[in-house]
DNA sequence: AATATCATGTCAACGGGTTGACACACCAAA
DNA sequence: TTTGGTGTGTCAACCCGTTGACATGATATT
């Protein structure tokens, strides 16, 4: 069966206890002798059970990625990134598609914790699963508020939703309509809605938000965007709180043969490569992908080095003016 | 520090043994054993260390992905595929973005049999790498010719060139070109480029192709797009071998204010949902991604369940007619 | 009263690598 | 000659849970 490190000792003409010393890099070791140990791995074509290192040394490398769904760019750009983050630094990464269902984000938390991981990035959250406080765990949370021990990184969703709403205002909208996705993810993109509501009010309009509770359904998504239409006939302004509702709100008022931007304005939110690519057009607030990843990265392997601070980080967004406003 | 086993007898007045025999169901048990034993490990927070587990077991229950990247659309959401039908079948999976870099792709492959997954999933692959033959473990492949050995899932790439050759044929097309990725990735979508070719020859027509050496650079992509644009004015139909090519390819045209279809025609490949959102006017080939991810899962299940079966699995594409061609 | 089944305990080996303690041999510098 | 660094070996304990062997009661069945 696969050779284990006696095998490389015998093979190798040395000790276990030399063979370890090689593959840690540990102690004095002469050239002769790694090379013969080196030799010998190619030889039986050896790799280091990592099982049982971890075991030992009580540490994995191991990082737990719960989001709602790689089939979301938003997400799928995200992830990408932090893999590729953590990977140049070591780590592994276990891939969690929660789906946003509360049944699923605790069967992972549980399946992680037992996978000995040594710390966890969430971009998924339920209310009401208190999990996160208990665990003695290293968890940074992106884009959601999990507990008061948990530090967020996310982007300036205050500001991204002040900006969305003013750019409707300033290019002449009477009337602008707000969707977003489910209020029950106690996620800090709420403060898009929040900016939206206050700079509303501020101009004595007043607000109307569209919630959809499951942003992962298409056809549900496509039945509110008709039902806003039908009883908001004059709306002439629509911020949508993702991009791929702002696609789908597109493509439903294309349908109705609304004429975009001139009778309809249409704004988004996260510009991802993706729709970039697919949808140049669209007027959007961007979110720093690669950067979110990157300080999300960074926290966690602070808070694993054992420093303890909490601090939040809000990154910054920028309004990429497209042409459906 | 975590509790382990002997906490959890020590603490619900038993044998570690009769612990074990809790967490496995085995032997004969009262219900009130089993019940202070689940007490206890409810009090002391305990969970099972899998890597003990899975080190006496010689089984990891752990799966590793090799795709390019999560941040392409279409690999997110055949992940999320396969991550969800893993993940309902007791197994975890270990995400690896190789980028269609040889180096990156050694490294993962490396650092999964380290890990002692107890199988691959690769949709990643770049020529020359022949690690994969001398490899002791169950593979299977998404779209890529790793070796003889490894059964190929994929869709079917001959009928889909052929079909949406002969669509643009159809539409009345008269010059026709073909944008594909880097043909050094040995994969079955070159079929699509094979059938494309046949088809114009069969017509009398000379098939004309552009390579897309980096198919993951996106200002690359233009570049060659314009290029396309500049060498043959008078084109009239562009089959893209996918759907993020074909969305460039629209949006170039249309800053050279090209009429869709009228002048131009465009045929996309993949048919991603996040790509019908964004772009649901794209005539495009669908991909079965679902199915295509769950056979992949089966086959490797099969293949871990110590079957030998080497067949490949060719499922069925759709034409999608959308208002580019 | 004898037997079978149920319920639990003790003990040791095992999976595969790590690490510290200690021994021994060699070689070079002081 | 002594000292100290270098190079390697032996050995045992450890990480944590699993499993088989074996023993001992208790309870139920015949």
Same mark, same amino acid.
Request: net charge neutral.
């Given at each position: ?29 002469? *050239? #002769? =002798? ?10 039986? +074509?050896? /790799?280091?059970? !990592? &099982? ?5 040394? *009580? #540490? =994995? ?10 089939? +979301?760019? /938003?997400?799928? !750009? &995200? ?247």
């Amino acid at each position: 069966m696969k050779p284990n490190i006696k095998d490389i000792a015998r093979h190798a003409g040395v000790s276990p206890t030399t063979v370890s010393r090689v593959l840690n890099n540990r102690g004095y070791l002469s *050239q #002769k =002798t790694k090379d013969k140990v080196h030799q010998a791995m190619k030889d039986l +074509n050896y /790799f280091p059970n !990592e &099982l049982a290192r971890s075991l030992f040394k *009580q #540490k =994995t490398n191991l990082i737990g990625l719960i989001f709602p769904t790689t089939s +979301n760019p /938003f997400f799928g !750009e &995200l992830i990408f990134h932090i893999e590729n983050s953590f990977s140049s630094k070591g780590y592994k990464v276990l891939l969690c598609n929660s789906l946003n269902r509360v049944d699923k984000e605790m069967a992972y938390l549980d399946m992680l914790q037992r996978n000995q991981v040594d710390g966890i990035v969430v971009g998924a959250h339920n209310r009401h699963i208190r999990q996160y406080e208990s665990m003695h765990l290293p968890v940074v949370a992106i884009d959601r508020n999990l507990s008061d021990s948990i530090p967020v990184v996310s982007s300036d969703n205050y500001l991204g939703g002040k900006i969305a709403t003013e750019h409707l205002l300033n290019k002449g909208c009477q009337k602008i309509i707000h969707i977003n996705g489910p209020h029950e993810l106690e996620t800090p993109a709420n403060k898009r809605r929040e900016a939206y509501e206050e700079v509303m009010m501020k101009e004595d309009r007043s607000p109307i938000t569209y919630e959809l509770r499951e942003s992962l359904n298409k056809n549900y998504t496509k039945t509110v965007i008709n039902q806003l239409f039908d009883e908001h006939p004059d709306v002439d302004g629509i911020f949508a709180s993702d991009d791929l509702i702002a696609a789908a709100v597109i493509s439903e008022a294309k349908k109705r043969g609304m004429n975009i931007p001139k009778e309809l304005k249409i704004i988004g939110y996260d510009g991802t490569e993706s729709v970039k690519t697919c949808l140049p057009e669209l007027t959007t607030i961007q979110q720093p992908i690669q950067a979110i990843a990157q300080s999300a990265v960074n926290v966690l392997i602070q808070q694993m080095g054992g420093e303890k601070s909490i601090e939040n980080i809000v990154l910054p967004i920028q309004l990429i003016k497209g042409f459906t406003t």
